[in-house]
């Protein structure tokens, strides 16, 4: 499966942007879907995920950014709200046919990525 992730920018603190990840060449509905990011010099980071009809988001963004996804349309959504200085990073999308809930913020754990888009937060 082919993603493309879109929808990055530039935007003040306590701002919103919605990222995109649209997927082709696969079935879609089948794929659990993920956001990671990754800042300078950090590792890559679980961010969220859509498993099963289930969410989970990690501690640092819960409450603030939601994933949702549109099967018809074979787009996962990553909507950004109350977004911090440190949220800047480089945001990815990412799919897994077999993900496990135990892996599930693990980036070994997806085997196919988006190119990612960025996103910048200004103080």
């Known amino acids: 499966v082919q993603l493309q992730a879109s929808g990055g920018g530039l935007v003040q603190a306590g701002g919103s942007l919605r990222l995109s990840c649209a997927a082709s060449?696969?079935?879609?509905?089948?794929?659990?879907m993920g956001w990671f990011r990754q800042a300078p010099g950090k590792d890559r980071e679980f961010v969220s995920a859509?498993?099963?009809?289930?969410?989970y988001s990690a501690t640092s963004v819960r409450g603030r950014f939601t994933i949702s996804r549109d099967n018809a349309k074979n787009t996962v959504y990553l909507q950004m709200n109350s977004l911090k200085p440190e949220d800047t990073a480089v945001y990815y999308c990412?799919?897994?046919?077999?993900?496990?809930?135990?892996?599930?913020?693990?980036?070994?754990?997806?085997?196919?990525w988006g190119q990612g888009t960025q996103v910048t937060v200004s103080s």
């Open positions: 990412a799919a897994s046919g077999t993900l496990i809930d135990s892996s599930m913020t693990r980036a070994g754990a997806y085997p196919y």
């Open positions: 060449g696969g079935t879609f509905s089948r794929y659990a």
């Open positions: 859509f498993k099963g009809g289930n969410r």
